[in-house]
């Protein structure tokens, strides 16, 4: 399964999966929302994952990223804590280059450790 995921503007997606090469987003209408500057629409939709008990890392970094560009930085740390706690997945970024879940998510802290020590 290839999963979309939208993280400081880049779509990424974990490389391997039970059905490599077919694309389901992991929330389409969540994507394009963030896409389209439409940043509530996707939290509610994110969220609503979350609360379902969603812990795909798409997800969760996702919801960090609009936490934190809220300036809600305990919210995205707690989510970038929860992408650390769970196997690490690797991920490729839109232009095609692999990063891992849990680099994301380390880069995610650090930036909200910057950001706080402005």
Do not use: C
Request: hydrophobic share 45%.
């Amino acid at each position: 399964m290839l999963k979309f995921l939208v993280a400081g503007g880049l779509i990424l997606a974990p490389l391997a999966g039970a059905h490599a090469g077919v694309i389901d987003p992991v929330d389409p209408d969540a994507y394009a929302a963030i896409s389209n500057g439409r940043y509530a629409a996707a939290e509610t939709r994110l969220t609503a994952r979350v609360e379902h008990g969603s812990n795909d890392p798409a997800v969760l970094i996702n919801l960090a990223h609009l936490y934190a560009r809220d300036g809600r930085g305990a919210n995205a740390a707690a989510m970038y804590r929860e992408v650390l706690a769970a196997p690490n997945e690797r991920m490729e970024l839109a232009d095609g280059s692999p990063a891992w879940s849990h680099d994301l998510a380390q880069r995610g802290l650090r930036r909200l450790t910057s950001y706080a020590a402005r």
